[in-house]
């Protein structure tokens, strides 16, 4: 090697490192292909699937307020004895008519994306009562101030693709105010894709108004529709909600895109055996389809199938656990299997604190939900001690986790150049190594996810910097992020007319 190249070397060495220290290089941004796991052969999910149109076409659904049934009988449905039927042949018209593919818009057209197919995205979800405290270490009550906290900082988070509230303000009692108060703050803090609920029906219009005001102008959200409702339209077992009936209609009718969110729990809302379980809570995600679509043909909705299980020692919800894991990926391996945009949970801890166990229970469901393919990751972010608590810390390190599940996803490519013939003949006959070398470098940048806050210092360095733990340095990481950056997506005039239509914003 000549003594011109050397500096040439280790100024391009530096070059690279100055661009990682800038910002974020990822090997696998989000949207990587999954399907590789299929836990389900196609046998079982062809049997699955025929015991849920049965339970559909003789069962049914009970509990349907009169406009779903009378808009379901007007396609085939019967209604008799209380109870709501769906002939197969009108079930699988519904799917064959049933949006397959649909963009979900942010406010900033950059963090757009397709929702179908196996591309996999993973964001949040949840409705956290409880909040881990960054200076305590100790849980106390979710309040708006945390909302738009947790918003702020999803709002840097490269892995995390959207961001639907995660906690609820319970310092704000009344029901529309919470539900303006929550999808203010969406708007204010982040311009990623949103989700939010609505407690009532007549609460959709006026909010979609404060949408409209933010994008500019009265009609703005039908063009660009960047906020879904989460709804769940099915108490299970098998029985609609009539609530829920009337915030779906409600979206319908002001161009809301949906995502129809099944719920059900194993041993009590649904059977304990795994097949069984799939099997009712498919029929159930079938019936919110159905809602959408009988009002609606082909509108965007979520076909979001969340196997939820309990510990049957206790009846506790848990959210941690294999038979979560795999329930979810089989969700979403019959959701693709019917070419329909999935949505599954996971990450839903049971651990109340940063450790192995948050990180063992986060990392197995959402590595397996990605695998499995499905479209829309829940839950995959921020979400502690079974779902009734979110932390700041596990938002930070859920997304440097999130980067290592894409690039999990994402696989092994295998091509003349990362075969890497000549690149073997030139460190054997040559240096001895493949330090330093052309392929290695260009490797470095393009195949591998490299962590930020995991530790990867020798034992003697890592004593030397005082031992940190995980959740120390994802503490310093959050409070980083929530000292300086302060976004405001509304500007002060938007923001004025918005808090002078809506006196309760706080």
């Known amino acids: ?30 949207g990587q292909t999954g399907g590789a796991y299929r836990p389900l052969t196609d046998p079982q999910i062809e049997a699955i699937y025929a015991t849920a149109l049965r339970l559909l076409a003789e069962l049914g659904m009970g509990e349907c307020p009169a406009q ?38 942010g406010r900033d057209p950059a963090h757009d994306f397709e929702i179908g197919g196996e591309r996999v995205y993973f964001g949040t ?30 709002d840097t988070l490269p892995n995390v693709s959207w961001f639907t509230r995660c906690c ?82 409600a979206c319908i009718e002001h ?7 099944i719920a059900a729990q194993s041993g009590a809302t649904a059977p304990a055996t795994l097949a069984g379980f799939l099997a009712q809570s498919l029929a159930e995600t079938l019936a919110g389809l159905i809602l959408v679509n009988v009002f609606a043909p082909g509108y965007p909705v979520i076909f979001s199938n969340w196997p939820l299980v309990i510990d049957l020692r206790t009846g506790a919800f848990c959210g941690g656990g294999g ?22 949970a996971s990450s839903m801890a049971d651990a109340k ?8 229970e986060k990392a197995l469901s959402a590595v397996t939900a990605g695998l499995a393919g499905a479209n829309m990751v829940y839950e995959s972010s ?71 806050i995991a530790d990867r210092d020798a034992p003697v360095t890592w004593a030397e910097k005082g031992a940190p733990d995980i959740w120390a340095r994802a503490q310093d990481k959050a409070r980083h992020i929530l000292a300086t950056h302060r976004p405001d997506y509304l500007g002060a005039a938007t923001d004025g007319r918005i808090r002078e239509r809506f006196a309760g914003i706080r």
Request: with cysteine.
């Open 255 to 261: 161009g809301v895109p949906i995502n129809s969110i």
């Open 1 to 30: 090697m000549t003594e011109d190249a050397k500096p040439a070397r280790r100024a391009g060495r530096m070059a690279r490192k100055a661009a990682r220290e800038a910002g974020p290089v990822s090997a696998a941004p989000p």
């Open 382 to 452: 921020g979400m502690m001690a079974s779902l009734l608590g979110a932390s700041f810390e596990a938002f930070v390190l859920d997304d440097e986790m999130l980067g290592a599940v894409q690039r999990t996803i994402r696989g092994v490519e295998v091509t003349e150049e990362t075969l890497g013939y000549d690149a073997i003949c030139d460190a054997v006959l040559g240096e001895g190594h493949f330090l330093g070398h052309a392929q290695t470098m260009a490797a470095m940048e393009r195949d591998y996810h490299w962590p930020r």
């Open 353 to 360: 604190a940063v450790d192995a166990q948050m990180g063992s």
């Open 68 to 105: 779903l049934v009378e808009a379901a009988c007007a396609r085939g449905a019967g209604f008799d004895g209380g109870r709501l039927r769906f002939p197969r042949a009108m079930v699988e018209d519904i799917i064959a008519g049933a949006a397959k593919r649909f963009v979900y818009h």
């Open 323 to 344: 038979e979560s894991a795999v329930l979810n990926a089989a969700s979403a391996q019959i959701s693709n299997w019917l070419g329909l945009p999935s949505g599954v």
């Open 125 to 154: 979800g949840g409705a956290a009562v409880q909040t881990l405290d960054l200076e305590t270490g100790r849980y106390r009550p979710s309040t708006l101030t945390d909302l738009h906290d947790f918003t702020r900082l999803i």
């Open 168 to 249: 609820i303000a319970t310092d704000v009692p009344d029901s529309f105010d919470l539900d303006v108060n929550t999808a203010y703050a969406l708007i204010r803090n982040t311009t990623k894709p949103v989700g939010t609920a609505f407690t009532l029906g007549q609460h959709v219009a006026p909010i979609v108004d404060m949408f409209d005001m933010a994008l500019g102008g009265e009609g703005r959200f039908r063009e660009r529709p960047f906020c879904k409702a989460h709804i769940s339209p099915v108490v299970s077992p098998m029985r609609y909600g009539e609530d829920a009936v009337e915030v779906t209609v």
